[in-house]
């Protein structure tokens, strides 16, 4: 097996393997000894359902929690530097986007290491797929700020934007407040302005529906508050 750092996708939800992810990533995963996780725990999970003989004691775990340091990923990738394979695993979707991931791989290209992304589900590219937007230029903004005076203010810049540059915005909420970030849209957005939102993607809960501004408010939002959403605007 090729000595590289594999950026293995996992499942978002408890989505069954199968219906997500090919087999080839199987195959990768039994051959790695050596991961970079987001979350150990969530990885060790992940590992036994992608097969139940996995030994996961004789693996060793490297973790990208929020106190890790650039030197601590630097650290990480001695097994790789070594010959050996290692892998990178996110809590959900792919690593390395809108993830600590990011920074890992970023050393080992500037280390001139192989990097190999494998295929798997990645909600934002799902998401855009499915709204009906723009799908050849948009932004992924990640959380919006706490602040209701601040968030307000960047819902506008990204409306802005979509008009400006017809490009689709992305972002996310922390699921117990996407229904008042979805009030918010209703009060802040442009009545002709579109919006999208894509929850639990690839789950038994998916919810994918695009309607205008003015639209949504004749609706009823299901309960989306322990479901991951993501929310696009678009003209």
């Known amino acids: 097996m090729e000595a590289a750092l594999y950026l293995i996708p996992v499942t978002l939800g408890d989505t069954p393997l199968s219906k997500v992810l090919p087999q080839d990533n199987s195959d990768v995963i039994r051959g790695i000894k050596y991961f ?11 590992l036994k359902k992608v097969d139940k003989t996995i030994n996961i004691d004789e693996l060793t775990f490297y973790p990208m929690g929020k106190h890790a340091s650039a030197n601590d990923f630097a650290s990480y990738l001695q097994p790789l530097e070594k010959g050996e394979p290692m892998g990178v695993i996110s809590e959900a979707g792919c690593p390395a986007v809108a993830d600590p991931g990011a920074d890992v791989v970023a050393i080992a290209q500037r280390k001139g290491l192989r990097v190999i992304p494998l ?71 442009r009545p002709q302005t579109k919006l999208c939102i894509a929850a639990g993607i690839t789950c038994e809960e998916e919810y994918i529906r695009t309607y205008t501004i003015q639209d949504w408010k004749k609706k009823k939002l299901p309960d989306l508050s322990k479901i991951p959403a993501i929310f696009l605007i678009y003209k």
């Not at 970079?36 to 992940?46: K, T």
Request: aromatic share 10%.
């Open 119 to 189: 295929v798997g589900p990645s909600s934002m590219i799902l998401a855009v797929m499915a709204s009906g937007f723009n799908g050849q230029s948009f932004a992924f903004n990640g959380y919006l700020p706490i602040d209701a005076s601040d968030r307000a203010k960047k819902i506008k810049m990204l409306e802005q934007r979509v008009y400006a540059e017809h490009q689709t915005q992305l972002f996310i909420e922390t699921p117990y407040r996407n229904a008042k970030l979805f009030d918010e849209l209703l009060h802040i957005c």
């Open 36 to 46: 970079i996780v987001e979350d150990i725990r969530s990885a060790r999970r992940f």
